[in-house]
């Protein structure tokens, strides 16, 4: 998935991602070596890898470079895919004793004179890595927050608006570790006023799984709306045994392990909105987070449900924001059924505290029951979140499912009237006084 914060500053546009600055579609790449522009570690080294020996060949005569300094070489092999020039920044001393003392100054200053040259040369977009990160061992964030301070002035003063990507490695950040970096970054570099905030979307899987849905649906949602922001939150292994015994405690503290993790996206000053797409169990733990947590849901999707089908969505409904869909103006809540799906009857069937909305509804006003043919898993298949729910997270009207062989069969209908356990309990009963 991914991972970036975009600001608007004036006009132009910041956007801090974590990942391989190689992946960059910029005309400018900025790289951070030594003063001889050795290109022989960190980043450097992986630009000239990527770029090819000709980068180098062609630095040869432009060093030395004094420390805070910018050259500027062709793109090499990187011209493939747009680069048009490589910003060679010396951020250290060639020779052995490579300790700095002004680290911010020497950032600030190649920085500086990037942004100077790319206007300069009516160029408009840029790549920079954490200067200094490498072998100076400057820390990251620090690195960061120096660029950002120079990068904001130049964009605030511009006459002609033009696009900063600042590429941090950070190791191997998770979606939950990821949003919480930006967040602090935003509110380190100041940065507030210039979010362009975006729509959290938090998906929660259900038992039994490592929910490897999520990443692939995530990347369809991410993929065809560019303002959502997918946010897989997980709870551990859940298994059967603790699914169906009828004990709350049990049930409340996979909820609330979701809740801490969760928690943070609430008030992040990255995301102005925040919905969730909960299949299962996971439906059930949406609505406890409703009923007992101070949050307020922009959209709620639940597919595969196990929620008690007559819940009252009236006690929850202030804390979900009306869609105002154009065909369901009414709706607060999006309920997607799979008609094949048996297993929220036998979650109704099997224990107590579980109904089966997955499969009949909700049939209430402000819930919009969508029917599919498919089964609990059938909605993780490709293209249904592209069709089903980006249109109901981003849009004004609501796609409609099936409308024909909703019913269940009658059989399975019998499961709603019985307990299985206390029919198992009953016949065990008579089997022990008759035999």
Same mark, same amino acid.
């Given at each position: 998935?991914?991972?970036?914060?975009?600001?608007?500053?004036?006009?132009?546009?910041? !956007?801090?991602?974590?990942?391989?600055?190689?992946?960059?579609?910029?005309?400018?790449?900025?790289?951070?070596?030594?003063?001889?522009?050795?290109?022989?570690?960190?980043?450097?080294? =992986?630009?000239?890898? +990527?770029?090819?020996?000709?980068?180098?060949?062609? @630095?040869?005569?432009?060093?030395? $470079?004094?420390?805070?300094?910018? +050259?500027?070489?062709?793109?090499? /092999?990187?011209?493939?895919?747009? !680069?048009?020039?490589?910003?060679?920044?010396?951020?250290?001393? @060639?020779?052995?004793?490579?300790?700095?003392?002004?680290?911010?100054?020497?950032?600030?200053?190649?920085?500086?004179?990037?942004?100077?040259?790319?206007?300069?040369?009516?160029?408009?977009?840029?790549?920079?890595?954490?200067?200094?990160?490498?072998?100076?061992?400057?820390?990251?964030?620090?690195?960061?927050? +120096?660029?950002? =301070?120079?990068?904001?002035?130049?964009?605030?003063?511009?006459?002609?608006?033009?696009?900063?990507?600042?590429? #941090?490695?950070?190791?191997?950040?998770?979606?939950?570790?990821?949003?919480?970096?930006?967040?602090?970054?935003?509110?380190?570099?100041?940065?507030?006023?210039?979010? !362009?905030?975006?729509?959290? &979307?938090?998906?929660?899987?259900?038992?039994?799984?490592?929910?490897?849905?999520?990443?692939?649906?995530?990347?369809?949602?991410?993929?065809?709306?560019?303002?959502?922001?997918?946010?897989?939150?997980?709870?551990?292994?859940?298994?059967?045994?603790?699914? *169906?015994?009828?004990?709350?405690?049990?049930?409340?503290?996979?909820?609330?392990? !979701?809740?801490?993790?969760?928690?943070?996206? %609430?008030?992040?000053?990255?995301?102005?909105? &925040?919905?969730?797409?909960?299949?299962?169990?996971?439906?059930?733990?949406?609505?406890?987070?409703?009923?007992?947590?101070?949050?307020?849901?922009?959209?709620?999707?639940?597919?595969?449900?196990?929620?008690?089908?007559?819940?009252?969505?009236?006690? &929850?409904?202030?804390?979900?924001?009306?869609?105002?869909?154009?065909?369901?103006?009414?709706?607060?809540?999006?309920?997607?059924?799979?008609?094949?799906?048996?297993?929220?009857?036998?979650?109704? =069937?099997?224990?107590?505290?579980?109904?089966?909305?997955?499969?009949?509804? %909700?049939?209430?006003?402000?819930?919009?029951?969508?029917?599919?043919?498919?089964?609990?898993?059938?909605?993780?298949?490709?293209?249904?979140?592209?069709?089903?729910?980006?249109? +109901? /997270?981003?849009?004004?009207?609501?796609?409609?499912?099936?409308?024909?062989?909703?019913?269940?069969?009658?059989?399975?209908?019998?499961?709603?009237?019985?307990?299985?356990? $206390? #029919? *198992?309990?009953?016949?065990?009963?008579?089997?022990?006084?008759?035999?």
């Amino acid at each position: 998935m991914r991972f970036e914060q975009l600001y608007d500053i004036n006009g132009s546009s910041l !956007v801090v991602k974590l990942g391989d600055i190689r992946e960059a579609r910029t005309e400018v790449v900025v790289t951070s070596d030594d003063s001889n522009l050795s290109m022989g570690g960190g980043t450097s080294a =992986a630009i000239r890898a +990527a770029a090819g020996d000709s980068v180098f060949e062609e @630095s040869r005569r432009l060093i030395p $470079v004094a420390v805070g300094a910018i +050259a500027v070489t062709g793109a090499g /092999l990187l011209a493939e895919q747009g !680069v048009r020039h490589i910003f060679h920044a010396a951020t250290i001393p @060639s020779h052995r004793d490579r300790d700095v003392h002004n680290q911010e100054e020497i950032i600030r200053n190649a920085t500086r004179q990037a942004l100077t040259l790319l206007q300069g040369m009516g160029l408009h977009t840029i790549s920079f890595p954490a200067l200094g990160t490498g072998f100076a061992g400057f820390d990251p964030k620090r690195a960061a927050l +120096a660029m950002c =301070a120079e990068i904001r002035a130049a964009m605030e003063r511009a006459p002609k608006p033009f696009t900063v990507e600042i590429w #941090l490695m950070l190791g191997n950040q998770g979606e939950r570790a990821a949003m919480v970096f930006f967040a602090e970054f935003t509110k380190s570099a100041a940065l507030d006023r210039f979010v !362009v905030p975006s729509h959290a &979307v938090l998906l929660i899987h259900g038992i039994r799984t490592a929910a490897g849905w999520r990443q692939r649906v995530g990347d369809e949602i991410e993929e065809s709306a560019r303002g959502l922001t997918p946010i897989p939150i997980g709870y551990g292994f859940f298994n059967v045994v603790q699914f *169906l015994l009828p004990f709350p405690a049990i049930r409340r503290k996979a909820a609330e392990t !979701v809740w801490l993790k969760a928690k943070s996206v %609430f008030g992040n000053p990255n995301f102005d909105r &925040v919905s969730i797409i909960a299949h299962s169990f996971g439906s059930w733990i949406a609505v406890y987070l409703l009923v007992v947590k101070p949050i307020r849901i922009h959209r709620l999707l639940l597919c595969g449900a196990i929620v008690d089908a007559n819940f009252d969505w009236d006690t &929850v409904s202030d804390r979900i924001d009306n869609p105002s869909f154009e065909n369901a103006p009414a709706c607060r809540v999006v309920n997607d059924c799979g008609t094949k799906d048996i297993w929220p009857l036998m979650a109704k =069937a099997m224990t107590w505290g579980f109904g089966i909305s997955g499969r009949w509804g %909700f049939q209430h006003c402000i819930v919009a029951d969508r029917f599919y043919h498919v089964d609990h898993s059938g909605f993780f298949e490709e293209g249904f979140a592209r069709e089903y729910w980006v249109p +109901a /997270l981003t849009g004004k009207r609501l796609p409609k499912g099936v409308s024909d062989g909703i019913d269940p069969p009658w059989a399975l209908s019998l499961l709603t009237f019985v307990k299985i356990p $206390v #029919l *198992l309990g009953f016949v065990g009963a008579l089997a022990w006084i008759y035999f």
